[in-house]
């Protein structure tokens, strides 16, 4: 029996994708990229915001095309969007044979053994004590691999439905993580990204503190292992102690990634976010004096409900003052079951478009600034591969870039490096989101 998983959303997600795929080969079963070959279609929904959602609806009835040239075929829904509308998505889209929830993933097996039989069916589940099983397929490169720490989030934000999908924050066993990480390491991984709702809050609800600084250091102490990156930091839980390990640990990336959403604190607090710009401002300062070369990249919503032009102004301000490296920017998603869903003021499609632009072009600049600024360094960066047409320009990332969500950097007269290398490079001319470089001879 041929199986295929299409995983969408967030690296969390595809960590989940990836533990399936694990179990699917324990029982045998073979794993197939091309859904036209498969008995079985996984789809790893995402529910997060309304993009998510329409994204993952049309994947689904796009798999379920191929049910109609092979009437034999099953369609299996998980995810975040399948956890939150469960029932109504199984009575509204006949052709989906089971829907799982975000807590089902190890009994993907029999769930497998059970459409097969023609059950059709949901399995929801409530939220318990977060443990990975050892089981696991990669789908990105060797070299690079996400490891989740946590599951859950308990900050809810007023925009946010992460607590009610995937349940409060629970994190991972610590000895669990650093086992797999080492086991990744002997498998050829030299990169990993610890990954959660909430990375920083790492240890507080299993051992009532935070432990986030604890476990880099014992990573950083594991051989072979070159970089480890961390994603999804909040603020508040950015300790002293945290900055000042990842300023002496040499494999911990000099890079954050931290959702700050907004600097108006009126409209800070109305998301109940639990931080002000001022503490923010603070806490920026001490990581840049810490580590000079930090790459601090961030996320704002604009158009949150009752987002004024005085406040929008009071965000443009703190991106051109604080200059960050990189910042996703998102319009607000009005999303149900939440308290900024049923809020009154919601802001009309055009303003937030309006905003959503002049925002980007403002980072846009800021972000080609920074590049240029690079120029004439020398980096040491990860080799991801070669042009398809010029097998001499190859294509890399530095410890500020992050995958998939980070720019790239080209390195020219590259023939002969391997994808997986660590190489030095000096950096010949900047872009907005890119860079061109030559190889460095040690």
Not at 44 to 49: A, D, L, R, V, Y
Not at 56 to 76: F, G, P, V
Not at 161 to 170: F, S, T
Not at 409 to 420: D, H, N, S, T, Y
């Amino acid at each position: 029996m041929k199986i295929g998983v299409v995983s969408l959303g967030c690296p969390k997600n595809l960590v989940d994708s990836e533990v399936m795929m694990g179990l699917i080969r324990d029982r045998k079963w073979e794993l197939t990229n091309d859904p036209s070959h498969a008995d079985i279609i996984i789809v790893n929904t995402c529910g997060f915001i309304e993009s998510a959602k329409t994204e993952s609806i049309n994947t689904i009835l796009q798999m379920a095309e191929y049910k109609k040239i092979d009437s034999h075929r099953k369609l299996i829904m998980t995810g975040c969007l399948g956890q939150r509308y469960a029932h109504e998505l199984f009575e509204q889209m006949p052709e989906v044979d089971a829907i799982i929830g975000t807590e089902c993933y190890d009994a993907i097996g029999s769930v497998i053994d059970r459409v097969e039989k023609g059950e059709r069916f949901v399995l929801l589940e409530a939220p318990k004590q977060y443990s990975q099983p050892k089981s696991r397929v990669l789908s990105t490169p060797q070299y690079t691999a996400y490891v989740k720490i946590a599951e859950g989030c308990s900050n809810r934000c007023s925009y946010c439905a992460i607590p009610k999908i995937r349940g409060p924050y629970r994190s991972r066993p610590y000895e669990e993580i650093v086992e797999e990480v080492k086991s990744l390491v002997q498998q050829g991984t030299r990169e990993v990204i610890l990954v959660a709702q909430d990375t920083t809050q790492y240890g507080i609800d299993l051992y009532h503190k935070l432990r986030l600084s604890e476990l880099l250091r014992d990573l950083n102490e594991i051989p072979a292992l070159t970089w480890i990156r961390i994603l999804y930091c909040y603020p508040e839980s950015f300790s002293d102690e945290l900055i000042e390990t990842m300023a002496q640990c040499k494999k911990v990336c000099h890079y954050v990634d931290l959702p700050l959403q907004h600097a108006s604190n009126s409209l800070l607090k109305t998301m109940r976010r639990r931080d002000t710009r001022e503490q923010v401002e603070m806490l920026l300062a001490k990581l840049r004096n810490r580590m000079p070369d930090i790459c601090l990249r961030t996320t704002f919503i604009v158009g949150f409900p009752g987002e004024t032009e005085a406040q929008f102004e009071e965000l443009l301000d703190f991106a051109q003052k604080e200059h960050f490296q990189c910042a996703g920017v998102f319009t607000y998603s009005q999303e149900e079951e939440t308290e900024a869903g049923a809020m009154k003021n919601q802001i009309d499609e055009a303003t937030k478009q309006e905003r959503y632009h002049r925002l980007m072009a403002l980072q846009a600049k800021i972000s080609e600034e920074i590049q240029q600024e690079r120029e004439g360094k020398v980096l040491t960066v990860l080799v991801e591969g070669h042009d398809e047409k010029n097998p001499d320009l190859a294509v890399a990332r530095s410890y500020a870039e992050a995958p998939d969500i980070d720019g790239k950097i080209f390195i020219e007269g590259a023939k002969g490096l391997r994808v997986g290398d660590f190489v030095n490079v000096q950096i010949d001319q900047g872009f907005t989101y890119e860079a061109v470089s030559h190889l460095v001879k040690e």
